[in-house]
Structure formats: C-alpha cells, structure tokens
C-alpha cells in the first residue's frame, strides 16, 4: 500500500517527481486505493470509526477501486463535497433502495440475446468485452456487474457474441463496452477489433472508456497506433466535471486526437457533482478545447444504490436551456433519459416552438426574441413509395428497399398505411 504523502491539488508535476512508476498504467492499477485504510494513508487523513464503518459496510455490497491519479485530484480541503470524491469514495447513501430502484433500469440483461452483447437498436450492439474498470463509479449504472470476476471476457466467451453480429447483417455499428475496453491488454483488444472490422457489413466501431478520465496513462503509443489500425474507430469518454481535464487526461486525449479519432463524450447529470449550469458550461468548453465534442449528458438511470445521485429532469432541462445559443452549437451535448425498462434514449430538451399554424411556424430563442416562420407555399414532397430507381432524387443503395420504418416514422410514411399503434392489453 502506498505510504503516506503529503500532496497538493496539482497531482502530475509533484507525484511524477514522488513516484517513479507514477505514469505507468500497471503501476495505477496495482496499487488502486480498495480499503479504507489505503484511503486514509493516501489522502493523508484521519476517519473516525463511524464514517469507516459506513463506507465498509457500502463497500461489502458496491466493491470501490480508485486509481491513485484520480484520487490525487481530490481536494481535501473539502473532502465531503468534492467531486472527485464523490464519484469514487463509497457513500452510505447507496445503501438506500427506493421503491423504484432497479437492479438493471436498462433491462440489457434481457435484451441480450447472447451472453456479452445487448442488441436494443435495429443497427447497432453494445458488445461487454470486459467487466474491468480502472476505478468503480459510485454513479455506474452497471453497479451490479462491477467487481463481478466470473464475467471476465476471453476469446472463447466472445465468440458467440462475434458469430450473432457475423449472423445479423442490419447491425453496422458495433460499441464495445463493458467494464472498460481500454483496460484490456493491447493484443486482446486488437484481435477483437480484428475480428469486428472483418465483418462486411460492420461499418463503424465505437469505445466506450473512462480511461482518459481515471486513467490517463493507459493512452500509450502502442495503444494508440494499435487503434489507429482499425478506422473507422470512434472513442466516447466519461467526463463528468472540469476537475478531471488534467495535464495527464490532456494530453490522453491530445494523442488520441492526433491520429485521427473523433472524441465524443458522455457525462452524467449527478446531484453533488455537477447539477449546475456554470459546471457543464465550463465542463463542455474545456472538452471543445481538447478536441471532444461533448455528445450525450445522460439523466442518471433508477439503478440501486443511486438514489442520492438522481436530480429531476427539470434540473437538466434548465441547464440545456443555458447551454444551447449561449455557447457554441458543437459543444451543446444531447439530454437523455434512456428509458426505463429498455427503451432506449429519449431526447429531451426546452420546447423552443411556440406555436403552430396551417402555414406559420412560432418560435422563441435562447433569449427570449419569438419569431415567425412562413412555412413555403410552393412545396411538395415526393410522395415515397420506397421505388428509389423511378424517384427523381438520386439513390443508388442496394439496401434501400430492405428497410421498413419503425415506430413514429412508419406513420408518418407515406409508404405504410398503418395510423395508430396501441399497447397490448393483457
Ligand atoms: C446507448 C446505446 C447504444 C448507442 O446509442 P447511440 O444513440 O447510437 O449512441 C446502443 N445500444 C444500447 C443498448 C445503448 O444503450
Ligand atoms: S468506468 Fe463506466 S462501467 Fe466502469 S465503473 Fe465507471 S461508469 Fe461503470
């Protein structure tokens, strides 16, 4: 276990100095903070019985890991209410189970046709190729798999997963996900994202990483060039809070950027952490500066134990609203409920249309200005009959007439004659 040191805020130049193996990754790994005791000697602080009791008896349930990186960006000051620490350290509040807590919100337990792969939409899957993180999220979603080792991936328990994608030829976008990708060893992960590309019609591959964020110094250059063999590559991060850019997480990104991966990033809404619209504001600026466009914030799922995470929708509403016209369009991420019971995830945002006409459109701004919109009087939409060869607007897609629309869509088609869909009653 790490001795004890006294640190300040700006981890990198003063632990780099300290510990030798600071910036090897391994070295992170190794000697992650799993026990109160490594709490105290590390942050250099002193619990009393009762606040140790509280985090062990979470812990006996929801297992903690923190990298020694992350947990150096704590400021001790205000240990309690930094978001660093809340994000990491286990709180008693997990242990409290609402009514309508679940164990998987998602249902990607039931959604998973085969063991490692849940398939929701009609051309994408979220591949779990491992159940490791570099440190355990209080906020995870997936709080049931975490620290759960029988779930470890191989090639063998993967290659049912690999055969349903080989068989399923509508699914052209394949997300690996897990645990965290990134903590795979450089050979594992090659061979998977060899045997993804080798599949015709995988069009993109997407990972999603906290790696960046908690640990930085997995983005080697061997790491890095292996990714870069297989593009088109996308890589989604987990930002939650501008704390976390860092010299390190800076320059993870940097390298990433530089050969050519588009960086997006995830964030999650969390009460405590950065439920505030000067927080997100700056969060999205800082993410644009380094070249991640910030692509979902996630409203925080009904999962067990994270009650005491959970804002309401009207809290991410509000920021949206400070978001959108007053910074740039690009940094402006997507709200998201993903739906309760496995139903995806459902946009929501400010109502920005005021009001409605046969022929004008009302609509308001960030600021407030209401204007009209007249809508043309000239126009008419091709009526489509999905005969894309005898349409004056030019397709040349093979595929094209194998698709069917779904949902919403399908009634607004003018090729479906379907006008109402209605819930089964059982
Ligand atoms: C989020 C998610 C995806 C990807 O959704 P995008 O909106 O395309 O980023 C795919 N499958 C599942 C099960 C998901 O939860
Ligand atoms: S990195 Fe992601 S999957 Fe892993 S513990 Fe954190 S939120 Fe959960």
Known sequence: ????????????????????????WRWQI???????QGLETFLGIKMDKETKDKINSTMAIFPMAITPYYL??????????????????????????NEYDMQDPLSEDIDSPVPGLTHRYPDRVLLHVSNTCAMYCRHCTRKRKVGDNDYNQNKQALSGALEYIRNHSKIRDVLLSGGD?????????????????????????????????????RITDKLVNILKKHNPLWLNTHFNHPNEITESS?????????????????????????????????LVRKLVQNRVRPYYIYQCDMSNGLSHFRTTIGKGIEIMESLRGH??????????????????????????????????????????????????????????DLKCDECNLTLSSPNIHKRKAVGIERLLSDYDKTISFSPELS
């Open 1 to 24: 276990m790490i001795e004890a040191i006294n640190i300040s805020n700006d981890e990198d130049i003063e632990l780099k100095s300290i510990y030798k193996n600071w910036t090897d």
């Open 30 to 36: 190794k000697n992650s903070i799993r026990d109160v």
């Open 72 to 97: 150096s960006l704590i400021d001790k000051e205000n240990l309690e209410s930094d978001p660093i620490f809340r994000q990491s350290v286990p709180s008693k509040d997990e242990l409290i189970i």
């Open 181 to 217: 990708p990134l903590l795979l060893s450089d050979e594992f992960l090659d061979w998977i994202l060899t045997e993804v590309k080798k599949i015709p019609h995988v069009e993109v591959i997407r990972i999603g990483t906290r790696v960046p964020v908690v640990l930085p110094f």
């Open 250 to 282: 800076k320059e993870a990104l940097k390298k990433l950027a530089d050969c050519g991966i588009p960086l997006g990033n995830q964030s999650v809404l969390l009460a405590g952490v950065n439920d505030c619209s000067y927080i997100m504001k700056n």
């Open 327 to 384: 910074t740039s369009g690009f940094a402006v991420p997507t709200y998201v409920v993903d739906a309760p019971g496995g139903g995806g995830k459902i946009p929501v945002m400010p109502n920005y249309i005021v009001s409605w006409s046969h022929n004008k459109v009302v609509l308001r701004n960030y600021e407030g200005v209401i204007t009209t919109y007249n809508e043309s009087d000239t126009y008419s939409s091709n009526s489509c």
